[in-house]
């Protein structure tokens, strides 16, 4: 069982540039998000899944897009990065709701 | 809105010198309040949930608390491998999103 695995684990990318962050969990959730973490604040929530084929936005949701074509991936994208999208990113994912959210590894993610 | 204060910033430690890390919040309806350890460049480990005032959980060294305002991570007799970034974060009855704290950086040393 290998929990919830993210792929990058570094990246830096050119201001303008895209890319897509991929996060797998091998648990059977329905339920996954993405969270960046920044020095000085609290994980933040981007966007969420509340199933296959879902997404919903969360909390700073600007300049990001998702998609949930497979119950066990979430995938994250930057259409065109910015400095400020500089961050550490983490998915998390949940059997439900109100179940525990268990998290990945992070992408570090350095925009210049 | 929801508010999650974590005290303090920071703390250090000499190994067996048991403290209390602080996590105060505001929620409208809470359904849960969730702690987790975090380490140097790694996403967050889960350790508790408590539900409802006057709940404990235990778990080795650690004991998180719940008051209807606040909750506490009591760590008694710590040992350096504690050393981590504690968080603490509460969801809403009626969110999906966990409402985090800055964390508490801890540092327990021999």
């Known amino acids: 069982n290998a929990g919830v695995t993210q792929t990058p684990k570094f990246r830096v990318l050119k201001t303008g540039q895209s890319m897509t962050l991929l996060c797998a969990q091998d648990m059977n959730h329905e339920y996954m998000y993405w969270y960046r973490q920044d020095p000085g604040m609290g994980l933040r929530l981007i966007h969420y899944s509340v199933g296959e084929g879902t997404t919903a936005k969360g909390e700073v949701p600007d300049g990001y897009n998702v998609s949930r074509l497979k119950k066990q991936n979430f995938l994250l994208g930057l259409e065109s990065a910015a400095p400020s999208q500089t961050s550490v990113y983490f998915c ?17 993610l350095l925009v210049l | 809105e929801d508010q999650v204060t974590q005290s303090p910033e920071a703390l250090r430690l000499q190994e067996g010198e048991s403290s209390s890390l602080n996590c105060s919040y505001t929620v409208s309806g809470l359904r849960g309040l969730f702690w987790y350890r975090q380490d140097p460049g790694k996403g967050p480990e889960f350790l508790f949930t408590l539900y ?25 007799a710590p040992k350096p491998e504690d050393s981590a970034t504690y968080l603490c974060a ?7 999103a966990l409402n985090f704290g800055k964390g508490t950086s801890l540092l327990v040393t021999p």
């Open chain 2, 90 to 96: 509460v969801q809403a009855n009626s969110g999906y």
């Open chain 1, 92 to 108: 998390a994912s949940s059997y439900s709701r109100v179940e525990t959210q268990y998290f990945g590894p992070g992408t570090r």
């Open chain 2, 52 to 76: 409802s005032a006057g709940e404990e959980k235990e778990k080795e060294r650690l004991k998180a608390t719940l008051t209807k305002k606040e909750s506490f991570l009591h760590i008694t």
